[in-house]
């Protein structure tokens, strides 16, 4: 069944890059692509995108929230099992692989998979092969494996929650979706596409949104990202009467935490990176050189970490050559990133 088309809004130069990266990914033979970005960024958005611009569109699209099946029975979801192979089975049953045959298997939050099943999925993305639970016979794996994730990968591998085998496998094709805060008008796009989406689907017309409220829309950091805008814009359709978006109708939750320079918790970003030590310089005599080394430690840590592992992406990041970015890694005796990017 084909799956109804999806857009990627937004004329940031950044967003302009991932749909070059969705485009030359979807006409490749790529086994397996993995998304960053924060919750609510769009990444079910482009794994739809990468499979209905690929040779597979028409063939099925799969889409597997990892967090929201327990571990016990994400096995059998995925490779299927034969009757008998546990108490319950009381029939054959095809996994999720069978289902997205010759088509894409979308997988939401890879880090929450288990450990075993993580240690099975990488045999299947080497092999192309899998075997359903309880069965000796193994079956051809002929799908796209898409992953998504909002956590950093690195952070997770060290803290031996994610497989490092996997781990260095999923970082050969990657996209990096941007928070909604970084994309400047991208915002005014986005909130023009809603309007229009909304009104076709509630039946009257809001035209646009006042100054103030533009202004709120940018100042904004917008946790949520995407998902948050457009909640917000939904949740007016359906309980204000108005024919434009007004400061009124602003939820005043955006408003307090505006007011009081609210700074996005998102945890990719900011809770799993560590952040500069800021020294107590009244507290006593201060180390410069150590402190100072210490800043540009965790300026390099924190690109590579954002740039999901990529060397010319975290130099990029920094306004450094590649070569730049490693001589400066070993000058503060961390060790050098060896992946090539």
Not at 116 to 141: E, F, H, I
Not at 318 to 327: C, I, K, M, P, T
């Amino acid at each position: 069944m084909a799956q109804p088309p999806v857009e990627l809004i937004g004329s940031h130069p950044h967003m302009v890059e991932v749909r070059k990266h969705i485009a030359r990914i979807a006409r490749s033979e790529v086994g397996f692509v993995l998304i960053y970005g924060e919750t609510g960024t769009g990444k079910g958005i482009v794994a739809r995108l990468i499979h209905q611009q690929s040779k597979r569109a028409k063939a099925p699209f799969i889409d597997v929230n990892c967090a929201a099946i327990p571990g016990t029975l994400m096995e059998s979801e995925l490779f299927g099992h034969v009757k008998g192979a546990f108490t319950g089975a009381g029939a054959t049953k095809p996994g999720l692989l069978s289902a997205a045959n010759g088509g894409t298997l979308f997988l939401d939050e890879i880090p929450e998979l288990e450990l075993s099943l993580q240690s099975k999925l990488l045999t299947v993305l080497d092999s192309q092969q899998y075997r359903p639970v309880g069965s000796v016979k193994p079956l051809a794996a002929n799908v796209r494996f898409v992953a998504a994730t909002n956590k950093v990968l690195f952070h997770e591998v060290r803290a031996k929650r994610f497989r490092d085998d996997l781990y260095y496998r999923l970082l050969v094709v990657t996209i990096n979706m941007p928070p909604l805060r970084t994309r400047g008008d991208d915002i005014f796009e986005l909130t023009d596409y809603f309007l229009d989406r909304f009104s076709r689907r509630y039946g009257r017309v809001v035209r646009g949104v006042e100054p103030a409220v533009r202004d709120v829309f940018r100042q904004y950091r917008w946790p949520g990202n995407v998902r948050q805008l457009q909640n917000v814009i939904e949740r007016i359709f359906l309980i204000e009467d108005d024919d434009q978006i007004l400061m009124k109708h602003i939820p005043p939750r955006i408003l307090l935490e505006l007011n009081r320079g609210y700074q996005s918790a998102a945890p990719w970003l900011e809770d799993d990176v560590p952040t500069p030590i800021q020294p107590d310089v009244a507290s006593g005599p201060v180390d410069f050189h150590a402190e100072v080394t210490k800043f540009k430690r965790t300026l390099l840590s924190k690109a590579f970490a954002e740039s999901g592992g990529n060397i010319s992406e975290a130099a990029r990041r920094l306004a450094l050559s590649r070569h730049a970015f490693r001589h400066y890694w070993l000058t503060l005796k961390e060790p050098a990133p060896r992946r090539r990017s």
